[in-house]
C-alpha cells in the first residue's frame, strides 16, 4: 500500500541555519504531496502542496518539489527561526487508490534555537 | 480559529465505557474525515464522510463508528475503551479532492 518515510527526528539546529528534513514516498498512482506543521497543543496545519510532477510548493520561506523520478519531497528552508520550532509531517493522497484519506510520516520535530 | 471544531478539547473516562467526539466542518465543506495520533502509530486515518455518506474507510476498529448528520456535523464513538485507545483523536473537513484539509484542534482522549 502507499507510505511515507521521513527523516526522524528530533532535529535541532540554531536561528538562521539551513533545513531539510528528507521525505520519500510509494504510491501506486499519482498522488498529491503534502506538508503540514504542527505546533504545541495544536492541529495540524497546511503548510504547502504539490499535485503533480515537478510543482514546487511554497509558504512562509518553505519550499518543497515533487520529484518523481526519486519519489520525493523533501521540505526546506534557507534561514529557520525560533518560531518555526514545531513539528513537520510528509503526508500523500492518493486518490486512485480509491479514497481521498491522507497516509502520513511519522513525523519529524524541529526545534530552532535563539 | 481553523473553521473546523472539535469538542471537547479534553476527555478522560475509565475502560470499557463509552464516548462521543463531536465535530463541526468549516462552513461549506462537504467531506469529514478523522483521525487517531498516537505515540506508538503516529497518524492513523480513520474514516471519511462525505455529505452524510461513508466514503472511506481506514485502519478502524469495530468498536469504533461515526456519522455524519444533515447538518454535516459528525460525530466518532467510541466504545469499550481500552487503555490503548488513549490518543489525539482529529477531525478534518475539506470542500475539493486533492487540496488539503482544515483540522480541527483535536480532542485528547486519556482511558484510565
Known amino acids: 500500500g502507499d507510505s511515507v518515510t521521513q527523516m526522524e527526528g528530533p532535529v535541532t539546529l540554531s536561528e538562521e541555519a539551513c533545513l531539510t528534513i528528507n521525505c520519500t514516498y510509494t504510491a501506486t498512482g499519482y498522488p498529491s504531496l503534502f506538508w503540514y506543521v504542527q505546533y504545541p497543543g495544536e492541529g495540524l496545519q497546511l503548510l504547502l502542496k504539490a499535485t503533480k510532477a515537478d510543482d514546487k510548493g511554497s509558504n512562509k520561506g518553505f519550499e518543497a518539489t515533487y520529484r518523481k523520478e526519486t519519489t520525493s519531497f523533501h521540505l526546506e528552508k534557507g534561514s529557520v527561526q525560533v518560531s518555526d520550532s514545531a513539528v513537520y509531517f510528509c503526508a500523500l493522497s492518493d486518490p486512485q487508490g480509491g479514497s481521498e484519506k491522507l497516509v502520513f510520516g511519522k513525523g519529524t520535530k524541529l526545534t530552532v534555537n535563539p | 480559529d481553523s473553521g473546523v471544531t472539535q469538542t471537547p478539547k479534553h476527555l478522560i473516562t475509565a475502560t470499557g465505557q463509552r464516548v462521543t467526539l463531536r465535530c463541526s466542518p468549516r462552513s461549506g465543506d462537504l467531506s469529514v474525515y478523522w483521525y487517531q495520533q498516537s505515540l506508538d502509530q503516529g497518524l492513523q486515518f480513520l474514516i471519511q464522510?462525505?455529505?452524510?455518506?461513508?466514503?472511506a474507510k481506514g485502519n478502524i476498529l469495530e468498536r469504533f463508528s461515526a456519522q455524519q448528520f444533515p447538518d454535516l456535523h459528525s460525530e466518532l464513538n467510541l466504545s469499550s475503551l481500552e487503555l490503548g485507545d488513549s490518543a489525539l483523536y482529529f477531525c478534518a473537513s475539506s470542500v475539493l479532492t486533492g487540496v488539503g484539509y482544515t483540522f480541527g484542534s483535536g480532542t485528547r482522549l486519556t482511558v484510565v
Open positions: 464522510y462525505y455529505n452524510g455518506e461513508e466514503r
